[in-house]
């Protein structure tokens, strides 16, 4: 081996007080070592680690920020959203009635079955499935937010879905469609469409009837592009009804 020149440093670990020129012999430095008859072999290159599949990006439709421009009061929204490509949506925001950076409480549901909601299921609370509930604050740029879920929705699909204020009636648009097959807002993955207010007497209240129509002005999905979707089975297996006989 070879002992060479070194350099000194001030007191401190590392400390720049004697900067790069103080060149001292090592002196009282003995090293103790071994020879050893061989020692492994330094990879030429090291081994290439791939990196992790980075997770779809998130999208986003519409806007949850508060504007004056429309509003009225209401119990609920209910809107339909149609797929473009295939897609999971995981959350929706909303508009409470007022009572801001304040926490209220919320139901939100999807229709069982795809399809766009009509006039004899959107009051049918057997038709429609919770996937989101609890409390959301209300803030006034960006409204409240529901808890996340998964909604797959393949390509080409409707998907209806409806918000509910609990605690606190919900603000939105009054009209601005002439029917529910009305595109209030689109991209080149989903359509939101003209939906229909409800009363805030209780869930799936009839109060308003059916031609309370109102765009989902402060609706915001969240969503997902999804490379394949599972497939939907075309027929469901038949079981057979007959009681076997034992012998």
């Known amino acids: 081996m070879e002992i060479r ?10 400390s720049s007080g ?5 060149w001292s012999n090592p002196n009282f430095q003995r090293v103790s070592y071994l020879l050893r008859s061989s020692l492994p072999d330094r990879p030429s290159s090291f ?26 009061g209401m119990g609920g929204i209910m809107f339909d959203i149609k797929a ?13 009635n007022g009572g801001y950076r304040s926490s209220h409480t919320y139901e939100c549901y999807k229709k069982t079955e795809l399809g766009a ?36 929705v393949p390509s080409g699909e409707v998907q ?39 009363y805030s007497g209780g869930v799936f209240s009839t109060g308003y009837g ?8 402060f609706q915001m999905v969240t969503y997902q592009r999804k490379s394949s979707l599972p497939d939907r089975p075309s027929s469901f297996p038949t079981f057979s009804s007959s009681t076997p006989t034992i012998s």
């Open 5 to 14: 020149t070194g350099r000194a440093l001030s007191s401190g670990v590392f």
């Open 47 to 72: 081994p290439t680690i791939s990196p992790a599949p980075s997770a779809p990006p998130l999208y986003f439709l519409g806007s949850s920020a508060y504007n004056s421009n429309g509003n009225t």
């Open 160 to 198: 209806a879905f409806y918000i509910h204020g609990i605690s606190r009636s919900i603000i939105s648009q009054r009209g601005g469609g002439t029917s529910t097959l009305d595109v209030y807002k689109s991209d080149e993955n989903m359509e939101i469409r003209t939906g229909r207010g409800l």
């Open 18 to 22: 004697y900067g790069t020129d103080f």
């Open 84 to 96: 473009l490509h295939d897609l999971e949506i995981s959350q929706l925001t909303w508009q409470f």
């Open 117 to 152: 909601h009509t006039d004899t299921d959107m009051f049918d609370s057997s038709k429609w499935t919770l996937i989101a509930s609890g409390s959301a604050e209300n803030v006034w740029d960006s409204g409240a937010v529901t808890s996340p879920f998964s909604v797959q």
């Open 210 to 217: 059916t031609n309370y129509l109102s765009n989902p002005k």
